[in-house]
């Protein structure tokens, strides 16, 4: 039996806009149902290289607003097109069928979809970084990679949210 692995991607960035920015840290959580795991590639890790070979095997990729901001990121700044190698899946577009806007963080509270971290904002992600890089603290690091993981392992629970509402249909 062949299984197949689904990709949750997420990006964390020090601005908006590949051109004057960078990419600080790709989370990845795998699944197939048989050794899911995370994959975090961090700072002079981020390499087209390493992202392709941490997406091997992969049968689709899903995202949160990945069509508008995370996959054409990666595009400018690693000269990768995800879209052109994989299935893409934008789970913002199957909120907005569902009526549920704004941010991610927005529609995991309107559908209670909970997190250890609170407070903390794509904003607060570029602060982490840099009290990071600029002073070696660590505990920002740890708390950056926490939140990333969180969005990724997040993603999964909205997606499975709406194949069981799907189902139950």
């Known amino acids: 039996m062949v299984s197949t692995t689904d990709a949750y991607l997420d990006i964390e960035t020090t601005g908006l806009s590949w051109k004057d920015a ?66 893409h899946h934008d789970l913002m577009l199957d909120c907005w069928r569902r009526n549920l806007y704004g941010g991610f963080k927005a529609v995991e509270q309107q559908l209670g979809i909970p997190r250890q971290l609170q407070g903390i904002s794509g904003l607060d992600a570029v602060r982490l970084w840099w009290r990071y890089l600029e002073g070696g603290d660590l505990d920002a690091l740890a708390t950056l990679l926490e939140y990333n993981r969180e969005d990724v392992m997040n993603l999964r629970v909205l997606r499975e949210r709406f194949d069981g509402s799907q189902r139950r249909a």
């Open 22 to 87: 960078g990419i600080t840290v790709i989370g990845i959580y795998l699944v197939n149902g048989v050794d899911d795991r995370l994959v975090q590639l961090v700072g002079m890790d981020v390499t087209a290289d390493n992202l392709l070979e941490s997406l091997a095997g992969v049968k689709e990729i899903y995202t949160y607003n990945g069509s508008g901001f995370d996959l054409p990121f990666i595009h400018g700044s690693l000269d990768v097109d995800l879209e052109g190698l994989f299935n």
